[in-house]
């Protein structure tokens, strides 16, 4: 132990003073079932390493012992499962806060999805601004500070806990103090703006088209059990920025050679950044291995807060002088153009081998040096994830050895490391002067005073040097890992280029290679410079793979926000809900519509009910709420001429008072929907549509009114829900409407398809008869403010005759006993109203209608047309099943050989309970042709025998309509 | 989540539109007169353009109004937005 760590406790590794923790408080944390100590503003990792822990859990597929390998969400190693305070599978020991009560493991690669539900709410905001800035870094903090000076409307989001970025993490010096307290100044500063919104804990992790960013802020993560109640746990912000910055820095990234998966191999800066952010000493001997200048900075300030750094191995021939000065004044040997070939040790490296770079292999040369702690540095890649997920192209510096933004986006702009710049100095003047560029082209006045602090002149850099990998001493490269959260390993990388593969795509596909939680942030670009070794090309000719949302990995549950359970998607439903749910309706969904199925009795089930449902409204009376039926309000001089290029048939020859079915098709002659049409005024008519078809119609007449008759003068409006809709249904339907209306509702005085105005209790209400079951039959609309009254007394009137409510289920028979078809059910958008059996609604005399033409095309014309039938099952018992094929035996009694035609197919089946039978309606090949014929129809493993007949199986004549 | 230009409310956000295919393809004056070849083109047949292509769109979720637009069909940029009854930017 060195002189400098405090033996602090059972956290040996402490430093004694610095950081950015809360040494004053001690928190409690579980980690495998073993409590540990902390300080508030550690994470997991620094926690452990506090404690000498390196080690995690174990690999996915090897079993191997891995660790922590780096300081934030880079890190490919260090897996947890959080067990408490409540189960999430996958996260990071960097990038999780400690609090008390905090529990968790390590995972061996895969984690464990919670069994309880999430109580914790999400939820999200929308933001605009003229500039978001990513990350609050000094690039990013003084992007920010130009543009909320400029009087812009700023955000500055960032993922860590607190602003800084590499300033947290390094002994930098800005206006000749440490940069800490230039960051504290710049975010007060901030605060200061009104228009600046400042969220930490808040990582970008898309980019989307014209300014759009997705950012997940975790706002209670942090506080375990003592976060309150009422503020979500997680939020995403959706940002629409007119200009993006993106100050996201840089990932160092590791070389890889034989065994680099032990825990205690580690990127350089990682332990600067343990080291200055967290007050932890990685380890107590350290080697560092470097193919650039910057981790000599590493191992200064490890040697300064005590750990004895056995050696600095600089591949490089030449080690930078002002550097290897420093590390002579403190006995550090440097050992230039050497690399390490491996590590010893079990769970934890013990030592480091050393050898001359492209020596041959040879034992003697190699030096085991002994540590505990193994630094690597392999360069940096700039983190160009925002970037590239704007489509911003690539480019691969040969200098950084790095793939950089390789030019400039309208509306997004890289600053600072991300774009390459690794001075302080340089990366403060760049995003000052790209802020205002990007001010200036918005049309924002950038601030006369914006100035910069002071940064401390950097020691002269020395070219870094491209090394991907060591190749193994011995060839074996089984061990070399490239991604160590897969097992991914360079002899899997040569393995996918003997397979032929070539592009970085197929290879990650075939070698896993950054498929991991970190997404390859550390691995990627090595994957692609070993791959273009392998294929002796360079990087830039191989590329990268691609670059996509999300940045760090997102709950769904924090995507889904509130839009959960009963929030998910609004329900629908009729002024006289509450009535059915008293008297104990099953509801189906029809759309976001809640309507009532069937109302079973005590004992019942669906088909009893509905059979009793059936025979009541046949016999007696009944009464549906029909309240979802589409409704359209139609007005305007040119009202009825505009119906009629809609419809099949003539509505402008309606008269006011008279009701009129109507079909409406596609331009390709293929039924839409249908419906009945109320005149109400010569200038005004009621559409009514499906329930399903209500916003669809409303759509299709709109787009023909504004696209193709401009000049109509007609006007829609939706008023489905301002009125309500009672069929009132069956033989005593008469009675009931006769009293409650006080109208005589004779045949002769009140003719079938008529309507007229009617009171309430001094409420209006429009009375129509139409039918839908073939019964004589009434519509009650009537205002939805009033219409559970006019329900609830209309059932009262009912009574004596035992009025039956009745859902969705028997509707659908009473209809298909006639052949009426449900549009959607009975067609699928192949069916002509010929089709249907339904020429009688297609007009011979209009010159033209929406549809009309395609009529005229063969294809209408074939008498093999799949066309509407009823099916009657012999054996008087089978309900086909929806969906069933028809076929037919040959003259010999048998089925053709496989594969058997399919003559059509069943869409409607229902047991009649006036027929006292099942039957079905299908849609056949030359269907109209075939009544009388027996076909069959495969149920399960049996061939059921079929009679086909017209689609009208209950009073054919007619005679029902009126009572 | 693009910004499409709604010529009567402004930029909204794309989930409030209804594409409505190719734009300028008129319902024939007289689809009697058009033999069964020309009437199937009229229904089923339509451009696929790569580049500038004028397509109809509808702000379905806002002012419910119908629109022509001119949009690059690679880079998903609108260049234009007009009313349906006026000519394309290139026809003017």
């Known amino acids: ?99 008390d009560g905090l529990s968790v493991e390590g995972i061996p690669g895969q984690g464990r999805l919670a069994e309880v539900a999430d109580t914790a709410r999400y939820d999200s905001l929308h933001h605009h601004v003229d500039v978001l800035v990513v990350g609050a870094g000094p690039a990013g903090l003084q992007a920010a500070l130009t543009a909320a000076r400029s009087g812009a409307r700023v955000a500055l989001v960032d993922e860590q806990s607190e602003a800084g970025g590499s300033l947290l993490g390094t002994k930098d010096l800005l206006d000749g103090a440490p940069g800490v307290e230039w960051v504290a100044r710049a975010t007060a500063e901030l605060a200061e703006h009104p228009d600046v919104v400042h969220l930490q804990r808040t990582t970008a992790f898309g980019v989307y088209d014209d300014g759009f960013v997705l950012a997940v802020e975790r706002r209670t993560d942090h506080l375990g059990g003592q976060a309150p109640e009422n503020v979500s746990r997680q939020r995403v912000h959706r940002i629409r920025a007119g200009h993006v910055v993106v100050a996201t820095g840089a990932h160092e990234r590791p070389v890889v050679f034989t065994d680099n998966d032990r825990p205690g191999t580690m990127l350089a800066g990682a332990a600067r950044t343990f080291l200055h952010r967290y007050g932890v000493l990685p380890g107590s001997r350290a080697v560092v291995f470097t193919t650039n200048d910057s981790a000599y900075a590493a191992a200064v300030d490890l040697a300064d807060a005590g750990v004895e750094v056995a050696a600095v191995v ?5 080690a930078p002088a002002e550097w290897a000065a420093e590390l002579a004044a403190r006995n550090v040997p440097v050992r230039t153009g ?45 983190a160009v994830h925002l970037f590239s997920q704007a489509r911003g192209r690539l480019r691969f510096d040969a200098g950084l050895g790095a793939f950089m933004p390789a030019e400039d986006l309208q509306g997004l702009t890289v600053v600072g490391a991300a774009r390459g710049e690794f001075t302080l100095e340089g990366a403060l003047l760049q995003a000052r002067q790209e802020t205002r560029s990007a001010l200036e082209r918005m049309g924002l006045e950038a601030a006369a005073t914006d100035d910069l602090p002071v940064a401390a002149r950097p020691f002269p850099t020395l070219a870094p040097e491209l090394l991907w990998f060591v190749p193994d001493p011995s060839g074996d490269s089984s061990r070399q890992f490239v991604d160590v959260q897969r097992d991914a390993t360079v002899a899997d990388v040569e ?39 392998l294929l002796g090309r360079g990087p830039e000719a191989v590329g990268t793979t691609t670059f996509r949302p999300p940045y760090t990995s997102v709950a769904f549950a924090t995507l889904a926000g509130r839009d959960r359970g009963e929030l998910f998607d609004p329900v629908r439903t009729t002024v006289v809900h509450d009535w059915h749910v008293l008297h104990g309706a099953v509801f189906e969904d029809v759309g976001q519509w809640k309507r009532p199925r069937y109302y079973p009795l005590a004992g019942e089930d669906m088909e009893t009910a509905v059979l009793r449902e059936c025979a009541a409204v046949r016999s007696g009376v009944g009464i549906l709420d029909g309240s979802t039926l589409g409704k359209i309000d139609v007005q305007g001089p040119d009202a009825g001429e505009f119906l009629d290029r809609l419809y099949t048939n003539l509505m402008s020859s309606l008269k006011v008072g008279k009701v009129r079915y109507g079909v409406m098709c596609g331009a390709d002659g293929m039924v839409l929907d249908d419906g009945t049409v109320l005149r109400v005024a010569e200038d005004r008519f009621l559409v009514m549509t499906t329930t399903g078809g209500a916003a669809k119609v409303l759509d299709w007449m709109e787009e023909w009114l504004q696209t193709e008759w401009p000049e109509l003068r007609v006007h829609l409006a939706s008023v489905t829900e301002q009125w309500a809709a009672f069929p009132v249904v069956g033989p005593r339907s008469r009675d009931v409407v006769a009293e409650v209306f006080g109208i005589d509702a004779s045949a002769e005085a009140f003719e079938f398809m008529a309507w007229r105005d009617v009171e309430f209790e001094g409420v209006p209400v429009r009375l129509a008869r139409i039918s839908f079951s073939g019964e004589l039959a009434w519509e009650v609309h009537v205002s939805g403010w009033y219409a559970a009254a006019v329900w609830e007394r209309l059932v009262a009137a009912g009574e004596r005759f035992g009025i039956t409510p009745y859902g969705t289920e028997t509707m659908h028979v009473l209809r298909a006993e006639k052949g009426y078809p449900i549009i959607g059910q009975d067609t699928d958008g192949t069916v002509t109203p010929q089709d249907l059996g339904m020429s009688w609604v297609v007009s011979k005399k209009k010159p033209d209608f929406i549809g009309k033409r395609s009529f005229a095309r063969a294809e209408n014309q074939r008498p093999d047309r799949k066309q509407l039938v009823a099916l009657l099952p012999v054996d008087r018992d089978t309900v086909l099943p929806e969906g069933s094929q028809v076929v037919d035996f040959q003259a010999d009694g048998q089925l053709p050989p496989p594969p058997v035609p399919m003559l059509g197919h069943v869409t409607s089946s229902y047991r009649s309970a006036f027929l006292e039978r099942p039957f079905a309606l299908a849609l056949l090949k030359g269907g109209s042709a075939r009544h009388g014929e027996t076909l069959h129809v495969p149920v399960g493993d049996r061939l059921v025998a079929v009679e086909v007949t017209g689609p009208v199986v209950v009073d054919p004549e007619g005679a029902r309509r009126d009572g | 989540m693009q910004l499409i230009e709604c010529p009567w409310c402004g930029p909204r956000e794309e989930i409030e539109f209804h594409y409505g295919g190719q734009a300028h393809v008129a319902y024939p004056q007289d689809p009697s007169a058009l033999d069964d070849r020309e009437w199937a083109e009229y229904l089923f047949f339509r451009d696929n353009t790569k580049g500038l292509f004028r397509e109809r769109w509808s702000h379905a979720a806002g002012c419910r109004r119908w629109f022509n637009a001119e949009r690059d069909t690679v880079t998903y940029q609108f260049t234009t937005v007009y009313a349906p009854q006026e000519k394309g930017p290139v026809d003017r």
């Open chain 1, 1 to 99: 132990m060195s002189t400098h760590a405090a033996p602090q406790g059972t956290a040996p590794f402490r430093t004694e003073s610095g950081g950015r923790i809360d040494r004053d408080r001690v928190v409690e944390f579980r980690f495998g079932g073993e409590t540990l100590t902390a300080h508030p503003g550690d994470t997991v990792a620094s926690a452990l390493l506090a404690h000498g822990r390196h080690q995690t859990g174990t690999s996915i597929k090897l079993g191997r012992p891995r660790g922590i390998g780096a300081a934030w969400a880079e890190d490919p190693g260090g897996l947890l499962q959080v067990e408490e305070p409540f189960p999430e599978p996958m996260l990071l020991a960097t990038t999780v806060e400690v609090f």
């Open chain 1, 314 to 318: 600089d591949v490089r021939e030449q």
């Open chain 1, 338 to 382: 050497a690399v390490v070939t491996g590590t010893r040790g079990v769970e934890r490296v013990s030592a480091a081998l050393v050898a001359p770079h492209g020596g041959e292999p040879n034992a003697g040369a190699t030096a085991e040096v002994e540590c505990d702690l193994l630094l690597v540095s392999g360069g940096w890649n700039p």
């Open chain 1, 495 to 533: 393995r996918a280029v003997g397979a032929g593969l070539r592009s970085p795509e197929h290879v990650k596909r075939y070698t896993t290679i950054g498929t991991a939680h970190d997404q390859g942030k550390t691995s990627g670009i090595v994957a692609t410079g070993i791959l273009s070794q």
